[in-house]
């Protein structure tokens, strides 16, 4: 599991933009945390969501 720190971070390992990313936690659970003004996460869970989603069929888009 490699931790990612920082919005530029997720966004790189994600291939998507950060305000795609900020949708995808309000409307879809998308696994970023909160630290005070810091945001993190990390591959696994990144890679455990996605597939989830594909799984389940879910319908997202990337705007």
């Known amino acids: 599991m490699t931790r990612l720190s920082g919005w530029q971070e997720i966004v790189d390992y994600a291939k998507r933009s950060e305000s795609t990313l900020k949708k995808w936690k309000k409307d879809f659970n998308f696994p970023i945390i909160k630290l005070?003004?810091?945001?993190?996460?990390?591959?696994?869970?990144?890679?455990?969501?996605?597939?989830?989603?594909?799984?389940s069929d879910m319908q997202i888009d990337d705007n």
């Open 36 to 55: 005070g003004g810091c945001v993190e996460s990390d591959t696994v869970s990144i890679d455990k969501w996605w597939q989830r989603i594909v799984e």
